[in-house]
């Protein structure tokens, strides 16, 4: 089992550049989440999936877009990136056993610089 | 006011001693979530609890549902302990979690 699998691990964008990142999972898991992680900030989460086909947004999803087409795939995609989101980008997945949910996997994350 | 508050921000420790990080909630919850971010990046579900206490090795996790407050400890630490330890609580029934800004932990030999 890989787990988790994010790329790419680094990039860097000029502003207006667009970019996908790809998040990977083969468990089988019904949820899978992006968030982003700043200095100083908790991790906050931009889009999340509850299934093959669905997306939500989170709390910071301006300037983001998600696609679950596959049920192990979870795409994040940048259309024009601005240094704002220049950040570290974590990829999650768990199942959801009733009200407690299972644990977070999460992938290694993707540095990501906007100059 | 975050809804997930973690103290201390940072602590401090030298090998050997026992650690406590603290969660604080304020929030109706249905779970508790305690997570390692490694120095290198990577992070790693420790503990997922709704009650009581878990123990997983030199780990211990524990909640109390009625005073919203979660403790992890640390038995006999080391410095491959250092790290950042977070607290995450889900609300109800929901699919988000809510992350706390995490303790950063060193534990000097």
């Known amino acids: 089992n890989a787990g988790v699998t994010q790329t790419p691990k680094f990039r860097v964008l000029k502003t207006g550049q667009s970019m996908t990142l790809l998040c990977a999972q083969d468990?089988?898991?019904?949820?899978m989440y992006w968030y982003r992680q700043d200095p100083g900030m908790g991790l906050r989460l931009i889009h999340y999936?509850?299934?093959?086909?669905?997306?939500a947004k989170g709390e910071v999803p301006d300037g983001y877009n998600v696609s679950r087409l596959k049920k192990q795939n979870f795409l994040l995609g940048l259309e024009s990136a601005a240094p704002s989101q220049t950040s570290v980008y974590f990829c999650?997945?768990?199942?959801?056993?009733?009200?407690?949910?299972?644990?977070?996997?999460f992938g290694n994350g993707t540095r990501l610089t906007v100059t | 006011k975050n809804e997930v508050e973690q103290s201390p921000q940072n602590l401090t420790a030298q090998e050997g001693e026992f650690i406590t990080i603290n969660c604080s909630y304020s929030?109706?919850?249905?779970?508790l979530h305690w997570l390692q971010q490694h120095p290198g990046g990577g992070i790693v579900s420790l503990f997922m609890?709704?009650?009581g206490k878990k123990k997983h090795g030199r780990l211990i996790a524990t909640i109390n549902i009625q005073e919203k407050h979660s403790s992890l400890h640390i038995t006999a630490s080391h410095p491959r302990d250092s790290a950042v330890y977070i607290c995450?609580?889900?609300?109800?029934?929901?699919?988000?979690?809510?992350f706390g800004k995490g303790t950063k932990l060193t534990v000097n030999p």
């Open positions: 609890l709704s009650s």
């Open positions: 999936s509850v299934g093959e086909g669905t997306t």
């Open positions: 929030v109706g919850i249905s779970a």
């Open positions: 995450a609580v889900r609300q109800g029934g929901s699919e988000k979690l809510v």
């Open positions: 468990m089988n898991h019904e949820y």
């Open positions: 999650a997945s768990t199942y959801n056993p009733g009200r407690a949910l299972g644990p977070l996997h």
